[in-house]
C-alpha cells in the first residue's frame, strides 16, 4: 500500500512540476511577443491553481503517508521523514 500511495505522490510531484515549467514558458513567450489578453491572463491563472492543488496534495500525502506507518508501526515512514522532498 505504501508503494502505491508513494508512486501516486510522484505522480502529483511530476504533474507539479511540469506545470511549474509550462507556466514559465508561457510568461517568457508572453513576455517575447508582448501580447497580454485575457485567454493568457485565464491560462495562467488556471495553471497557479493546478500548481497550489498539485503541491497541497503531495504535501498531504506525505503527511498521511507517515500516519499510517505511524500507526501501524509506532515511527514514520523511513523514506519520508528526513526530507519533504523525498518520494
Do not use: C, Q
Request: charged share 15%; hydrophobic share 60%.
Amino acid at each position: 500500500m505504501y508503494f502505491l500511495l508513494r508512486t501516486i505522490r510522484a505522480l502529483i510531484g511530476v504533474v507539479a512540476a511540469f506545470e511549474v515549467f509550462n507556466l514559465i514558458n508561457k510568461f517568457i513567450t508572453l513576455v517575447l511577443l508582448e501580447s497580454a489578453n485575457a485567454e493568457i491572463f485565464g491560462f495562467f491563472l488556471a495553471r497557479v491553481v493546478i500548481i497550489i492543488i498539485a503541491i497541497i496534495m503531495f504535501i498531504g500525502l506525505r503527511k498521511f503517508i507517515n500516519y499510517l506507518h505511524i500507526k501501524k508501526h509506532g515511527n514514520p515512514h523511513p523514506a519520508l521523514e528526513k526530507k519533504s522532498l523525498s518520494l
